[in-house]
């Protein structure tokens, strides 16, 4: 039987697991102008953004699911559906779908910088010869 301690480790564990978010944004911070970022870190980050790429979108399907249930309860009420949208859009559903739809957003831009970087330092590759 797990004792007091036992659980209250694994309930600290589960929360001190890293989110999407946070690698994205620990990568983002390698990203940020003035970081002398080489070709090879840029490719392996480009790797991790899109492996993340797959974890935005199961997240944005989640968080859909949850917000439309939310969405439903109150237009089911007897209220009209704009005011009904206006209060489901102020629940922690909402902002769970759209800090989804937000990370997939920076994640699709960060790859796509990334692959300009990529593109140019082969470019400049190309010239030194």
């Known amino acids: 039987m797990p004792t007091s301690t036992t659980s209250n480790v694994a309930a600290f564990a589960e929360l001190a697991r890293p989110t999407v978010r946070d690698f994205v944004r620990s990568i983002q911070d390698k990203l940020r102008p003035g970081s002398d970022l080489t070709p090879g870190q840029a ?7 899109s492996a993340l790429l797959g974890n935005c979108l199961q997240e944005i399907l ?10 439903l309860t109150h237009l ?8 009904a949208k206006i209060r489901a859009e102020c629940s922690p559903e909402f902002r769970r779908r759209q800090e989804a739809r937000n990370t997939k957003e920076l994640v699709v831009e960060m790859s796509r910088a990334l692959n300009k970087f990529l593109d140019s330092q082969r470019e400049e590759m190309k010239l030194q010869r």
């Open 43 to 49: 490719s392996e980050y480009r790797l991790h953004l």
């Open 62 to 71: 989640d968080a859909d699911l949850a917000y439309n249930r939310v969405l």
């Open 76 to 83: 089911d009420g007897s209220e009209a559906a704009n005011r």
